[in-house]
């Protein structure tokens, strides 16, 4: 297991793409596996998805059994596969399988058995407050960002491993005798699909991509390497802990191939972080082109090009993409804490709504939001705040309102957060965005999409198959195979049927709404401080 050079890809076979291939994605989320199989003109052609259990031992902790995930991509793939073969289809025609998955959610295992030493710390979970605040305070803190494009908080991978290192007895003694394994979700999966260490050839496969290794704060965003400055910094020992190998996104061999399963034998040929991968999916392969994904959170990505840019307004910076021909391409990125999750949350929590698809007839029956606001910050607020120390709250309660205002309100958090990563976006690039390209399951909210113009005074493009975070997996993987041979082929896939909301009010009511948010947020910081 190891090495940590960013190696690059061999030839490629360089045929045309055929109607007849299929590229098989794997697409492991927060609270859903999928997998779908995608023909070559980006069409799905099968998928199966299924739900697993999110556990929350503790208020703020969020953890995934590795096992039941790995699990529920072996049921997806088998089940996609049995509705594929339905169709008149032969297996041998899914000439590859992409991964993607979500990021900072951090799986630790014993190198020498392959099994897991604890339940993976899920990218939302908010232990580790007071490990941040000791490490924003510890010498090194300022140079952190420029080496790594990441601020210091309760979100990378780095603080997850250095809690369970403190304070979880398996792992700590794995680290102390020299066999503890870490990963992202993408290095447990292939690890496991490829085997384990049970693997019938050669060593076990332990790689990640960029796009996952840079949410880590353990690679240097410039070198694609981990860096040694990094892992000082919190103290990790490399000859106690193995890292996983850093290779490009899209890569023919280094990712193995499926070991078991109907799709025995298919190399896995393309990995992505799920933001990237949704980036990539959108087809957003030119600077100044952004995407959104409306999911359980909600991800802005904005490819800045060739270079990184260290953001000056609460932004990461991060690798949207590396296809292996020495010209990685970078992002600045936004992120929100609570999206989908807070209709869920109205749904499962407070029953303000039947079904989560209920949620635009529900906001609907008011004309407004009748003056409530929700600071949805249920894991505190991410960019371009970074506030840990706030919980979700309610302002303007009166004995007027009713659901539908705080139906509204749950929406319009959403779209005042991604209003004000646009905003910080604009800042940083030096120039504003026009429109915006959405995905994920929130998306498919009108009213979300159509308030998300208007506090962002900007078109809100919305592709008629949003599947595009399964699809940016499948590119990676198609294009390392041959099934696409260049980007340029990916002309033209997934751009019919699009829906194109413009902005319906004007500014000065849309500063008067933006005004009353910030007050908000205002309003609700230091709920959690340390007396």
Known sequence: MGGDAPLRPGPRPSRPAASDEFVGSIDQGTTSTRFVIFNSNGEPAAIHQMGFENIHPQSGWHEHDPNELLSSVETCIRRAAEKFTALGHGLSQIRAVGVTN????TVLWDKHTGEPLCNAVVWPDTRTRPLVRELKAKDGADKLLNLCGLPLSTYPSSVKLVWLLRNNDAVKTAYQEGRLAFGTIDTWLIFKLNGGVSKKDGEPVYVTDPTNASRTMFMNLSTLRYDDTLLSF????????????IVPSSHPTKFGALATG???GVPIAGCLGDQSSALVGQLG???????????????????????PVISKSGLLATVAYDFGDGNPVYALEGSIAVAGSGVSFLLNN???????????EVALSVPDNGGVYFVTAFSGLFAPYWYDDVKGTVFGLTAHSQKGHIARATLEAVCHQTAAILDAMAQDS?????????????????LCMQTQADLSGIRVHRPAMRETTSLGAAIAAGLATGVWSSIDDLEGINSSGRTVFEPE???????????????????????TRDE
């Open 102 to 105: 979500q990021r900072e959610t």
């Open 234 to 245: 919190f103290d990790i020992d490399r000859r106690k802990v193995s890292l996983p190998e």
């Open 262 to 264: 109907p799709l025995k």
């Open 285 to 307: 392969f030119r600077p100044g082109q952004a995407k959104n994904t409306y999911g359980t959170g909600c991800f802005l990505l904005y490819n800045v090009g060739a270079r």
């Open 350 to 360: 407070l029953g303000l709504i039947e079904n989560s698809k209920d949620i635009d």
């Open 430 to 446: 030096g120039s504003a965005l026009t429109s915006l390209a959405v995905d994920g399951g929130l998306s498919d909210s009108d």
């Open 505 to 527: 009010i004007g500014e000065n009511e849309r500063a008067d709404s933006r005004r009353m948010w910030e007050r908000a947020v205002d309003m609700c910081r230091g709920w």
